[in-house]
């Protein structure tokens, strides 16, 4: 965020957060050139008409179902501060997936929170034994020198002054996608 605003300061500008992704999570991030459209972006976030999809490749030693959800509630560890897990006094927690492709030992999913929690997705997948490879904390085998493979990829919103549903996909070749509502998507 730092990078963009000082970007954005060379032409006068600041950069407001609308949400954030966890950290050693790559893809979409939502940020505002605007002020105006910060409360109503804010808004649709707390009323899930926003909505974030992400993509994880995973660790498994069973087959998954094609499709699902997890409804598993999340609060502190109190072993390790950094980390969250499942627990039956933890707040709800509400994580749709669906199977893209799996392997004897690998799958690639496509997530969709219902909940924010920190932590949510990889603290869902791994307590249902199919940890996010490379989560420096929560894959026992995460490889130090490689990415976690959780990746924001889509976002879809509603465009707070025409009303057009607008969907923004990740795309390889773009690092920043603008729109004329002064939002920007940034790779990160």
Same mark, same amino acid.
């Given at each position: 965020?730092?990078?963009?605003?000082?970007?954005?300061?060379?032409?006068?500008?600041?950069?407001?957060?609308?949400?954030?992704?966890?950290?050693?999570?790559?893809?979409?991030?939502?940020?505002?050139?605007?002020?105006?459209?910060?409360?109503?972006?804010?808004?649709?976030?707390?009323?899930?008409?926003?909505?974030?999809?992400? =993509?994880? $490749?995973? *660790?498994?030693?069973?087959?998954?179902?094609?499709?699902?959800?997890?409804?598993? /509630? +999340?609060?502190? %560890?109190?072993?390790?501060?950094?980390?969250?897990?499942?627990?039956?006094?933890?707040?709800?927690?509400?994580?749709?997936?669906?199977?893209?492709?799996?392997?004897?030992?690998?799958?690639?999913?496509?997530?969709? =929170?219902? $909940?924010? *929690?920190?932590?949510?997705?990889?603290?869902?997948?791994?307590?249902?034994?199919? /940890? +996010?490879?490379? %989560?420096?904390?929560?894959?026992?085998?995460?490889?130090?020198?490689?990415?976690?493979?959780?990746?924001?990829?889509?976002?879809?919103?509603?465009?707070?002054?025409?009303?057009?549903?607008?969907?923004?996909?990740?795309?390889?070749?773009?690092?920043?996608?603008?729109?004329?509502?002064?939002?920007?998507?940034?790779?990160?």
């Amino acid at each position: 965020m730092n990078d963009v605003e000082y970007y954005l300061n060379q032409t006068n500008e600041h950069v407001y957060m609308i949400h954030r992704l966890d950290m050693w999570t790559s893809g979409l991030l939502l940020l505002a050139k605007n002020p105006i459209v910060v409360p109503i972006l804010n808004r649709q976030l707390a009323l899930k008409i926003m909505k974030r999809f992400y =993509l994880a $490749t995973v *660790r498994k030693t069973t087959s998954i179902l094609d499709n699902g959800t997890i409804l598993d /509630p +999340i609060g502190l %560890d109190e072993t390790d501060k950094r980390k969250r897990r499942v627990r039956s006094d933890g707040l709800p927690s509400v994580t749709h997936f669906s199977v893209i492709s799996q392997t004897s030992s690998l799958a690639k999913l496509k997530l969709d =929170l219902e $909940t924010g *929690r920190t932590h949510q997705i990889r603290v869902h997948l791994s307590h249902h034994n199919m /940890p +996010i490879i490379n %989560d420096p904390l929560y894959d026992p085998s995460a490889n130090s020198d490689k990415i976690m493979a959780l990746e924001a990829f889509q976002v879809e919103l509603v465009n707070p002054f025409s009303f057009e549903k607008l969907i923004i996909n990740l795309s390889n070749n773009d690092k920043i996608k603008k729109t004329a509502l002064g939002l920007l998507f940034i790779l990160v």
